[in-house]
């Protein structure tokens, strides 16, 4: 995944984009595979390592979910489309 670089992201930055990820990959499952098909899986292996606190991920997911229905993309907004 290109943008953003998972290597140049700190803590906060890998549990934020796993949270819009999920969000993404479990609440809007063709969107998720149309803009970032493997692209999205492979950042979601990626991450997983860094992001074992679950009850963190949860917290920032449900916080993706309602930001993502009202049209902000936070951290997937640079991501490419295909």
Avoid: C
Avoid at 12 to 25: I, P, T
């Amino acid at each position: 995944m290109s943008a953003p670089d998972l290597a140049t992201l700190d803590e906060r930055g890998r549990y934020e984009l796993a949270a819009w990820l999920w969000a993404l990959k479990d609440h809007w499952p063709r969107r998720f595979a149309r803009e970032l098909g493997a692209d999205g899986e492979q950042a979601l292996e990626a991450l997983a390592p860094a992001t074992r606190d679950r009850d963190r991920v949860l917290k920032l997911r449900r916080l993706a979910i309602g930001a993502i229905t009202n049209g902000d993309l936070g951290p997937l907004r640079a991501a490419p489309s295909r």
